[in-house]
């Protein structure tokens, strides 16, 4: 048995036979699609009272056995990050700000009365399955290997209170390029029958429950011929929120004058590892950025007169997505001309060079894994 990681969290290794044949593997790495196929290993800790964090180790990917009564099937305590791992030219492998993602886990996991994760362990887990499993990293432009941090409550009993224990877990999926034929716009229902998340509640944690509870919405806006919902305030029904699991961009006018807004982080919405990187880097860009809110009204008559130009929105999936037609009962709109505008493009091109290797890292936002 040997020892990964030790510089931030001893984790054991324990990873076995050997996993997916390299032929079968480079055949998947053709056309690995978004969370589909998994890599051979994964990294495991767990959490008691009495013990806490302990027992982190690299093993080989396989399904879980489960008690009937174990806690998080019956209460939710469950959540889960996102982040990806990049090759870069010279075979390196990078990913993006994860120490954002390890405190969104932790807050999560407060959120809901879990254990929190610390920092170390969660880079350490990382470096680990990321070195284990380097050849399954894609190196096709904007391939990646997406990255997923999830804990649950693991205790055996019908009480409801916090269990007093909890499992991490970290697997990984190759993901191909989110656009497969270049860049489209998605056309967008605005939802006022379901909200996403109330103030109080939990729409700041990653918790598997808030995307259980998106299910219907998102259903609802496929019946209408669109491919993401946006959600609205709880209180007034009035207010932007996100789009699905994105964060929202709008863009008021063009060129040197172009600026931006988001919606604000009111803790209903969940702070995006990208849209604070989108923040940033507008003004390393010169294009002035802001935090406030908008309306469905606000929305619509800017794109009636030409104010709002474009719209986007933002994630560790899609990195960028257009806006190109918005739906709702009250009629329809579209945004610009509904294709991909300047504005969008630039910082989605200069956010993928940055995670690419192509471009200076100013912030120093990426760390190595491999």
């Known amino acids: 048995m040997s020892t990964l990681s030790a510089g931030l969290w001893p984790i054991a290794d324990h990873r076995g036979e050997e996993g997916i044949p390299a032929a079968r593997r480079e055949e998947i790495l053709t ?44 209460y939710g305590q469950s959540i889960f990050e996102g982040l990806k791992a990049y ?88 993901a ?41 919405a998102q259903a609802e806006a496929s019946q209408h011929g669109c491919d993401q919902v946006v959600w609205l305030d709880a209180v007034e029904r009035r207010y932007i929120e996100e789009m699905g699991g994105m964060n929202l961009y709008f863009v008021y006018g063009a060129g040197d004058s172009a600026r931006l807004l988001t919606p604000a982080l009111t803790g209903t919405l969940l702070p ?5 990187s989108l923040l940033v880097l507008a003004e390393d860009l010169g294009i002035k950025a802001d ?14 007169s030409g104010e709002i130009t474009e719209v986007f929105a933002c994630g560790t999936a899609a990195v960028v997505t257009p806006v190109g037609t918005v739906k709702s009962r009250e009629g329809s709109w579209q945004v610009g001309g509904g294709g991909a505008g300047a504005v969008t493009m630039r910082l ?16 120093q936002w990426l760390h190595r894994l491999a």
Not at 34 to 62: I, K, N, P, Q, S
Not at 291 to 304: L, N, P, Q
């Open 31 to 74: 056309d690995p699609g978004f969370g589909r196929f998994f890599t051979d290993h994964m990294v495991r800790a767990r959490w008691t009272a009495d013990g806490g964090w302990h027992d982190a180790e690299l093993v080989a990917y396989a399904p879980l056995t489960l008690d009937p009564a174990t806690n998080f099937i019956h």
């Open 87 to 174: 090759r870069h030219a010279d075979d390196s492998i990078w990913t993006f700000r994860p120490l954002a993602n390890a405190r969104r886990f932790a807050n999560s996991a407060r959120r809901l009365a879990m254990a929190e994760l610390p920092a170390e362990l969660f880079l350490a887990s990382l470096e680990a399955l990321v070195q284990a499993d380097r050849d399954w990293v894609p190196s096709r432009p904007e391939h990646s290997l997406y990255l997923r941090p999830f804990m649950f409550s693991t205790e055996v009993g019908l009480g409801v209170r916090p269990a007093n224990a909890y499992e991490y877990l970290l697997i990984a999926s190759p």
């Open 176 to 216: 191909a390029a989110y656009f497969a034929d270049g860049v489209k716009p998605v056309s967008v229902w605005l939802s006022d029958d379901y909200v996403r998340a109330a103030p109080g509640g939990t729409g700041e944690a990653k918790c598997a429950g808030n995307y259980a509870a998106s299910l219907i």
């Open 272 to 276: 995006g590892v990208t849209r604070d």
């Open 291 to 304: 935090e406030g809110r908008i309306s469905v009204e606000e929305w619509r008559d800017g794109c009636a």
């Open 348 to 363: 989605r091109q200069s956010l993928l060079d940055i995670q690419g290797g192509q471009a200076p890292d100013r912030h």
